[in-house]
DNA sequence: ACAGTAGTTCAGTATTACTGAACTATATGA
DNA sequence: TCATATAGTTCAGTAATACTGAACTACTGT
C-alpha cells in the first residue's frame, strides 16, 4: 500500500478541480467535508445516495479529490481523515471553491423546492 | 441536420457547467468567446493548441458547451455563431462563472510566468 | 493468533472521448 | 444549373476513463 500522495499546491490546476467536482458524488462529498469543522472519514458516505456506493468506487473518488488537491487524508490507525484545502487552493485561486460550493447549495435548494412543488409532501 | 438544441436556463447544472470546462480545450473556448464582443465561429478554434484540432473533436466540443448551457449557437448561412450564456447563467448561479473565468487567468498567467522563469526568452 | 474494520488494488466490463472519413447544408462562380 | 468551396455534423472504429466485485493490505482489539 504506497504512501498517500498530495500535489503541492502550485501543481493544482483548475481544470482538475472542476474535474473532481463535476461528479454529483464528489460534489456532495467535498461539500460535507467542507461544511463540517471534523475530519471526515471514507466510510461515512457509503450512503450517499439511494444505491449505496460500493467502497471501491468511494475509493475512487476519494482518490480523485485528493490528486486535485481539494481535500488532504491523513491515516489514523486504520481510518483516513480527511479535510479540505480550501485555505491553500483560495490563495491560490480566490474565490473559485466559494462560488462553486454556493452554486452547488443554491442549486440544490432549487431543486428540493421544484421536488416540494411537484408532488413531495410539502404543507 | 438536426437544429440546434440548447437547454432551458433552469436544466443547467453545476455539474455540467464544470464538467464542460474541465477540458483546457473548451476551457479556451468559452473564455475566448466570452472575452470578445463579437459572436466566434466554431473553426476560428481550429488552431487552438501546437497540434491542430481536427474539427469533428472541435465540433464536439462546441456540442459540449452548448448542451452544458455555456453558449448558445445560430446558425449564419454556413457557419455558426457562437454567444456565451453568462447573464442567465449569473442569475441562476451568481459568480459561478466570474470564479471560474478568474481563476483559468490566474493560472495562465502564473504558467506564462513559471515558464518564462525557466527558460522563456524572459527580458 | 484470530477476527473485525477501513481502505486499496486488480481486472473485467461499461461508458465516454477522440478522430478520420463520409456526409449535409449553404454560398459562390462559371 | 452545375461544379466547387466552406463550415460544420454524423458515423464508426479505436482509445482512454470510469465503475465495481473480489481479493488484498494494514491496523486494532481480544
Same mark, same amino acid.
Do not use: W, Y
Given at each position: ?32 467535508? $467542507? ?15 439511494? /444505491? ?7 475509493? /475512487? ?6 490528486? $486535485? ?55
Amino acid at each position: 500500500m504506497r504512501p498517500l500522495q498530495h500535489p503541492a499546491i502550485n501543481d493544482v490546476s483548475v481544470e482538475g478541480i472542476l474535474h473532481a467536482l463535476s461528479d454529483s458524488h464528489r460534489a456532495h462529498i467535498f461539500a460535507t467535508i $467542507a461544511a463540517g469543522s471534523q475530519p471526515k472519514i471514507c466510510s461515512a458516505f457509503l450512503e450517499i445516495s439511494d /444505491q449505496p456506493l460500493p467502497k471501491s468506487t468511494l475509493s /475512487q473518488h476519494f482518490k480523485v479529490l485528493r490528486e $486535485a488537491g481539494l481535500i488532504r487524508s491523513e491515516r489514523r490507525g486504520v481510518e483516513l481523515h480527511n479535510i479540505t484545502r480550501c485555505e491553500e487552493i483560495n490563495q491560490r485561486f480566490p474565490g473559485l471553491l466559494p462560488a462553486i460550493t454556493t452554486a452547488l447549495v443554491t442549486q440544490k435548494k432549487r431543486g428540493a423546492a421544484a421536488k416540494a412543488r411537484s408532488g413531495g409532501q410539502g404543507r
